[in-house]
């Protein structure tokens, strides 16, 4: 009889410790999930866009611009590989608009981003950010405009 008062109580102990172990690692889990995904700051236009590749820091300004603007941006163009030199060939832009608020509001929180690279303006209303050296132009058409 009293071996199996120590079995049950060996039994009884190990359970205490798997339980409190898997519930500091549950923690942990949740704890890196809500400090580092900012999947949930955008959306797709297609479920075609490529934007599973987007680094941290790319998702981490269109965050920003989120947050900025009050409203998510839909990323219309994402990782495109056969883009010859773009940032989007290396997956490092995306190419976003944000309904119902203004270019020039998109273009000031983009500006604000920590982080960002290159801000690109097209005459369709889309705005492209990217983490890659800093520049800035406004393109129309196909000569486009550089400023």
């Known amino acids: 009889m009293r ?21 500091q690692s549950s ?3 949740r704890g890196n999930l809500f400090k580092h995904d900012y999947s949930a700051a955008y959306t797709l236009q297609r ?29 219309t163009s994402g990782h495109r590989p ?10 490092y832009a995306a190419d976003i608009r944000v309904p119902g608020v203004s270019e020039r509001k998109i273009l000031a929180a ?6 960002v690279g290159g801000i690109g303006r097209y005459c369709n209303g889309i705005v492209h950010v990217d983490i890659g050296p800093k520049r800035r132009w ?5 000569r486009g405009r550089r400023s």
């Open 27 to 29: 923690q942990k889990r």
């Open 3 to 23: 071996s199996f008062f120590l079995v049950a109580l060996a039994s009884l102990v190990t359970f205490s410790f798997a339980a409190a172990a898997d519930a």
């Open 82 to 91: 056969r883009s010859g030199r773009s940032q989007h060939s290396h997956c």
């Open 110 to 115: 983009a500006a604000s981003a920590p982080g």
């Open 47 to 75: 479920v075609s866009v490529r934007a599973s590749c987007f680094p941290t820091k790319l998702r981490a300004i269109l965050a920003h611009i989120a947050v900025q603007t009050g409203k998510k941006p839909v990323v």
């Open 138 to 142: 406004a393109h129309c058409g196909k």
